[in-house]
């Protein structure tokens, strides 16, 4: 199978480098808008460099790891051409753009992979699987937390979507897969405490969610851009038979201060590709599978709607300073 790239960033090399070594993908072909870059990536990883047209037209199967603007544009050309597809969130920062893509290619017909690659980390499938047969009882309430080692280059923050939509959505959707359950409320809020260039465009370095499932279980998530000891994203599931922690382990970016504490870790998450390195390589074999026929998409376009809707309740809810039901981001 010849899978094409589109978008030779960070996450394109990460994909690029796991496909070519994939049994089943004969040739991979990467593009770039800065062709440079391209012709770079693509002689130092021993691969093909073409244009977008050149490479939608010419691949079994594409990935999107393009910038986020580019997205909805992108999955367009790929119902257009008829091709399975691979994106990473987001497929749109705005729900009609999103909308506009879910319509056009379920009319196209072809698959699309969204890129939650929490759906393929071994923890959040084993807390789902507890949450799925029972093991945790009734579910109380899960507690998440999402923190950065650092926060992006200012340059990244007004076209980033602002903290909701651009990292708490992993957490939405992450949400939503462990407890099979969908959000109905959501209260946020959110505050610049150390970063003012976060202000200057309107968006917040730290950032709490109280959400509401249809079930009645309770979520809380603490969201911010700057964890001095490395990269922290844990989820921790409790019920009324037992409780799971996910994202918990010797690497875990916390110090203890109790005297019989666990030790300080000296080799904490350095960021996302560190702590989810395991799960990127499975959401490819994954989709291999998709674009070849055998599974249907494990993180549909409709899926990641969903988590944008959340996002953007929790934009609302923040700017108006309420809780703000799902049903009115409709």
Request: charge should be negative.
């Amino acid at each position: 199978m010849r899978i094409g790239i589109i978008g030779v960033g960070r996450m394109g090399v990460v994909h690029a480098r796991t496909l070519a070594n994939h049994p089943e993908v004969s040739s991979v072909v990467v593009a770039d808008v800065d062709a440079a870059r391209a012709a770079e990536t693509a002689n130092r990883l021993g691969v093909e460099a073409l244009g977008v047209d050149e490479v939608l037209v010419s691949s079994d199967a594409v990935v999107i790891a393009a910038a986020t603007s580019s997205h909805a544009d992108l999955l367009h050309a790929a119902a257009e051409a008829g091709i399975p597809a691979f994106c990473e969130k987001p497929v749109a920062l705005e729900l009609d753009s999103t909308l506009e893509v879910v319509e056009h290619i379920g009319k196209a017909g072809i698959p699309v992979q969204i890129g939650f690659q929490r759906r393929f980390d071994a923890g959040y499938r084993a807390a789902r699987d507890r949450v799925a047969d029972g093991g945790l009882g009734s579910i109380y309430v899960v507690r998440m937390a999402g923190h950065d080692p650092a926060p992006p280059h200012e340059d990244y923050i007004p076209a980033s979507g602002g903290i909701f939509r651009d990292f708490c959505v992993h957490d939405f959707d992450a949400l939503r897969f462990v407890t099979g359950q969908e959000v109905e409320e959501v209260y946020a809020d959110g505050e610049v405490i150390a970063f003012p260039m976060f202000a200057r465009y309107g968006d917040v370095d730290t950032a709490v969610v109280s959400l509401r499932l249809t079930s009645g279980t309770l979520g809380i998530l603490s969201c911010a851009r700057h964890d001095p000891l490395g990269y922290d994203v844990r989820m921790e599931v409790m019920g009324s038979e037992d409780s799971v922690a996910v994202g918990w382990n010797g690497r875990t970016p916390l110090a203890s201060v109790e005297p019989d504490g666990p030790p300080r870790p000296t080799h904490a998450y350095r960021d996302f590709q560190d702590r989810f390195r395991p799960a990127y390589e499975a959401e490819m074999g994954a989709f291999m599978n998709v674009a070849a026929g055998r599974e249907e998409t494990p993180c549909s376009a409709e899926d990641a709607m969903e988590a944008l809707r959340v996002a953007l309740a929790c934009d609302r809810s923040l700017r108006e300073h309420r809780p703000v039901r799902l049903e009115e981001v409709a």
